[in-house]
């Protein structure tokens, strides 16, 4: 029997024919907290086993294939015990590193080179080194810098405020969110100009960049986020087809509008713009 330190669950451990069985706890955290203090320190002491290491990188402004085509030299170069996965998310790729070695200093010395001379070819496209979620990048950036952000969602739903605030301690520079949906809430408190509205339409650049700006006032945020798009199915029209999404970025004395054309999902709509929208907010920290 092997103590569980945080329930009550027995975890049992037994050995014939140099094979170990062990049974774990059924609740998700007990396994995951005995297999990481208990039983692979266990295993590693009884039995020789391969050192691994795997290191992730971000990457942005490549889709999966363009991106293997960049760094296809890169990749063959790799030797036999590093390998190279691709994990696509919406805007950006992750490059995971995984190598197997008897030797753990030689093998971390031999992917760091590697990640060194691929940054060569990357260069800033490279957004993190960790597998860290983009709302934590952004949100250690506002943090270091001492700013604060406020978002002025429509299409996104209030989705990239809840992002942002999924991060413990987002309260420091996370100011608050208006989320916009129908224009009566667009021109009564974002105060976006209603000639606008019915000229250029709610989803325009007219009407994001004055979004962006005056939640930024109204809530006296150092940067502003702003969304308006077509998140479909429905409501598509020929000159803004579903998937027709407006992002608007600003700060005090910069602002960064873009227009997009993702898919035919709902969903994923929503998920693309809010990645899209944290990406442009890096850009212009």
């Known amino acids: 029997m092997i103590q569980n330190a945080i329930g009550t669950a027995p975890i049992t451990l037994f050995e014939k024919d140099n094979h170990v069985v062990i049974s774990l706890p059924g609740v998700p ?31 942005q402004g490549y889709s999966e294939s363009g991106l293997a085509m960049k760094i296809a030299d890169w990749e063959n170069s790799l030797p036999d015990n590093i390998h190279l ?33 691929l940054e060569k070819i990357l260069g800033n496209a490279i957004i993190s080194y960790e597998d860290t979620p983009l709302e934590k990048i952004v949100g250690n950036i506002l943090r270091q810098k001492e700013k604060t952000l406020a978002t002025a969602e429509s299409c996104t739903g209030g989705y990239i405020a809840h992002r ?9 520079y996370f100011k608050g969110t208006i989320v916009a949906y129908s224009n009566t809430i667009k021109t009564t408190i974002l ?11 709610a989803v325009s650049k007219e009407v994001v960049e004055q979004m962006a700006k005056n939640v930024q006032n109204l809530l006296q945020s150092d940067y502003a986020i702003a969304t308006s798009g077509v998140a479909g199915p429905d409501g598509g029209t020929e000159n803004k087809p579903v998937g027709t999404i407006w992002i608007s970025v600003c700060s005090a004395t910069n602002m960064l509008t873009r227009k997009y054309n993702f898919s035919n999902d709902r ?14 907010l890096k850009e212009i920290l």
């Open 191 to 201: 105060q976006v100009a209603e000639t606008d509205l019915v000229n250029c339409g």
């Open 85 to 117: 996965a691709y994990l696509p998310i919406p805007g950006i790729t992750k490059l995971r590193l995984s190598g197997k070695s008897n030797n753990h200093t030689e093998l971390e010395l031999s992917i760091n080179q590697y990640i060194s001379s």
């Open 164 to 172: 942002i605030t999924s991060i413990p301690g987002s309260s420091e």
């Open 29 to 59: 955290n007990e396994m995951k907290n005995v297999m990481t203090n208990q039983i692979i320190p266990l295993l590693r002491q009884k039995f020789h086993t391969e050192a691994i290491i795997h290191k992730t990188l971000l990457v």
């Open 267 to 280: 969903i994923y709509n929503i998920v693309r713009t809010t990645q899209t929208a944290l990406l442009m």
